[in-house]
Every structure is written in C-alpha cells, then in structure tokens.
C-alpha cells in the first residue's frame, strides 16, 4: 500500500550541478522546456533540496 502511496506523487527535481562546462546543465533544463511539457505529467524543478524528491547531478565528481 505504502508503495502505490509513493507512486501517486509528482517527483519534483533537484538539480545539483557539481563544476563542468554547463553542457550538462543546458541538457537537462532543455528538457524541462514547454516543448517536452513534463508538467502534464507532474514533473517540476523544485527549489531547494527540502521539497525535491529527485536529485540530478551533472558534471564531473572526483
């Protein structure tokens, strides 16, 4: 039960860049442009890492 419960949530993203070119970065807000609309599906950046579920790290980790 607890698992549909999880599902049923929209993921909100965190994006965490950690030092590249900002290739990576370009990418994935391309992505998130009206012209893909991941909104319909609930999708969105959030604004701190508090309220995101997702996190996405680009760029090069050593």
Do not use: Q
């Amino acid at each position: 039960m607890e698992r549909v419960k999880i599902i049923r949530y929209s993921p909100w993203l965190v994006h965490f860049n950690t030092g590249a070119c900002n290739g990576c970065d370009i990418e994935v807000l391309a992505s998130i442009t009206p012209h893909y609309d991941p909104e319909r599906f609930g999708v969105r950046l959030a604004p701190s890492v508090r309220h995101g579920d997702v996190l996405v790290v680009t760029g090069v980790v050593t």
